[in-house]
């Protein structure tokens, strides 16, 4: 089988969750990674991308129809390039998401979302009621619409390959849409779905000074990624992306701790993959304890505090 | 402005999804249900739209059982003015919704179609980026804010990283996220009154698309069950866990 990958990159280099997708395309067939972008950073970028091992070939287009990943622009360009491929995977991130339905309903085929394993050629797992079951599916389509869940395979190495780079050309800009900016705060933490440790503060916090002053310092002592419970974010407390869940972002640490959320089943089916996982709560009864590995049960502000003293 | 609105009847997120022993699926005999919670915020900010004096009209629709009418009839109470109930027993994939939506779309030449970014029971987040797809229009996904003005839409978008934000040229295709607004409660007056507001039952036939499935369901199984640990008593102990886990 001949699949492609679209990448997802900044600053010239391929993200890991993309690897995490070239990882599965392999269990597929043949990988061509295309890069979308503008100018030096995606030719950067899909550099980096051929030395991705796995990697056969690196599709490149660059202009500024394809700058910010216009899911109008990119599935344009994709849907004819698909005459060469039996399967198209994308990350399960916020613009593999927002792009792949878009070239499943032009190619008329129904996508798999959001896949956690590769069973064969066209079976697949991927979770569904926010993980609470497994469904094992079958796709009857002659081509193939995947979204990856980058926490559930291994990483491709990103050095090791040495495919070649050809610039492909698509339609251009569709003059449905135009990018209007991003309010992103860029921060030196690592990043969610790649940290190896996160501390997420829930509702227990209060308000966005209290979050900074008792979570971001346990997190610094440890090196952690910051994540939330969606009341956290909906209190205003953090932005957005720091929402860990069902309906925001899927993560799974080595070691990931919960201070002072309950454990929804909405916040579980973003965290329950972590491999250890430490709960915070003043509430013994609190659904966390079900899953955590280690919990402590008392008062948030008295015990991290104490906790980032003494690591 | 008229603004197509499609909700879908799912289990209530407050109940825990419990898998069938013959591993064909959910149980959802006895189990309460209710508007899918994305669907809410869409039916919200379409009243809010109008509101605002950028809209005439709100027409709700939904594909799914007979049942499905009540979720259509909170649509209605909330404040849409009239319900499409595009009716099947049959499990309806996301492609096929779109198409569906599609056809309806044609029918009613909404400006805008207002949609859940995704069902919380399967979980797919692809019908409005689908039903975009189709129409050949734009789609602003994971909507924050939404600003109609003219002949565009401003939508800001939750993404991975942070807030973006997109101008389309209507019409268009939004789906909501999360923070776009808070839901309002219907009011008893209100859901009397959408007891008479018009609601017309349809079939995935009379919009001539095939509903048969593209993806074959072969088994739903249980994840695996993460057992619960120990308790620590006190900090340092806990304070030795982290350390003898490697990570300071
Ligand atoms: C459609 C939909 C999607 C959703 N998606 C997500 C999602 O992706 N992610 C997500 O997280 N949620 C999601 N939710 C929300 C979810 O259902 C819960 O409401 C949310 O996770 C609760 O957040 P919380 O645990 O911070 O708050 P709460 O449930 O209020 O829990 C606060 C906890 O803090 C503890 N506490 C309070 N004070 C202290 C103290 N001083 N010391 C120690 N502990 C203390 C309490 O005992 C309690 O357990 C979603 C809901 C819906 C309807």
């Not at chain 1, 600053?11 to 269990?27: I, N």
């Not at chain 2, 699926?25 to 605002?52: Q, Y």
């Not at chain 2, 009209?57 to 979720?71: F, L, R, Y």
């Not at chain 2, 008593?233 to 490697?246: H, Y």
């Amino acid at each position: 089988m001949k699949t492609l990958v679209l990448v997802e990159h900044g600053d010239g280099k391929v993200h890991d969750a993309t690897l995490a997708t070239v990882t599965a395309a392999g269990k597929l067939g043949s990988v061509a990674a295309l890069v979308c972008g503008d100018g030096e950073e995606a030719a950067k970028a899909a550099a980096a991308a051929a030395t991705v091992a796995g990697v056969d070939k690196v599709l490149l287009a660059s202009g500024p129809a394809y700058a910010q990943m216009l899911a109008e622009n990119v599935a344009a360009l994709i849907v004819p390039l698909m005459d060469d491929y039996d399967a198209l995977l994308c990350n399960a991130s916020s613009n593999g998401k927002n792009v792949a339905p878009r070239v499943a309903a032009l190619l008329d085929v129904m996508q798999l979302s959001d896949i956690i394993s590769v069973e064969g050629d066209k079976t697949f797992t991927r979770p569904i009621y926010a993980g609470n079951a497994i469904a094992t599916v079958e796709s009857s389509d002659p081509k193939l619409v995947i979204t990856v869940r980058g926490t559930a395979f291994a990483k491709a190495a990103s050095e090791g390959g040495s495919a070649g780079v050809e610039n492909v050309s698509g339609p251009g800009d569709q003059g449905l849409s135009s990018f209007g900016g991003c309010e992103s705060v860029k921060s030196d933490r690592p990043e969610l779905t790649s940290a190896k440790v996160i501390v997420s503060g829930g509702r227990a916090l209060k308000d966005a000074e209290t979050f900074k002053e008792v979570i971001l310092p346990l997190a610094d002592k440890l090196g952690a990624g910051v994540g939330a419970s969606r009341a956290a974010v909906d209190a205003g407390y953090v932005p957005n992306d720091y929402q860990v869940g069902q309906t925001g972002k899927i993560v799974a640490p080595q070691v990931y701790i919960a201070v002072g959320i309950s454990g929804a089943i909405q916040h579980l089916a973003g965290m329950k993959d972590s491999k250890t996982i430490i709960a915070i709560n003043k509430d013994e009864d609190a659904p966390i304890f079900q899953v955590a590995d280690i919990g402590l049960v008392g008062d948030l502000f008295k015990i991290v505090p104490e906790l980032t003293g003494k690591l | 402005m008229k603004i197509l609105v499609a909700v879908k009847r799912v289990i209530d997120y407050n109940v825990k999804p419990r898998v069938k022993a013959d591993g064909t699926g959910v149980d959802l005999a006895n189990v309460k249900m209710s508007m899918n919670p994305f669907d809410e915020i869409a039916v919200e900010e379409a009243i809010r739209l109008r509101e605002k004096g950028k809209a005439a009209e709100i027409v709700a629709v939904s594909i799914g059982p007979a049942k499905a009418q009540e979720t259509l009839r909170t649509a209605l109470a909330m404040g849409a003015d009239r319900a499409i109930l595009v009716e099947t027993e049959d499990e309806v994939e996301p492609l096929a919704v779109a198409k569906i939506l599609k056809a309806i779309a044609d029918e009613e030449q909404p400006g805008l179609v207002l949609l859940g970014k995704q069902a919380i029971s399967d979980d797919s987040n692809q019908t409005g980026q689908m039903l975009a797809a189709l129409m050949g229009r734009p789609q602003g996904t994971f909507a924050n804010a939404v600003e109609v003005e003219g002949d565009s839409v401003t939508v800001k978008r939750e993404v991975d990283g942070g807030l973006e934000t997109v101008k389309l040229t209507l019409p268009a295709v939004v789906t909501t996220d999360l923070r776009l607004n808070e839901p309002r409660y219907a009011s008893l007056p209100n859901i009397m009154k959408a007891k008479s507001k018009p609601l017309s039952a349809k079939t995935p036939a009379d919009y001539g698309v095939d509903t048969a499935p593209r993806l074959k369901t072969l088994k739903v199984s249980e994840p695996p069950v993460r057992q619960a640990g120990v308790k620590v008593a006190d900090v340092d102990e806990l304070v030795a866990k982290i350390k003898a886990l490697g990570i300071a």
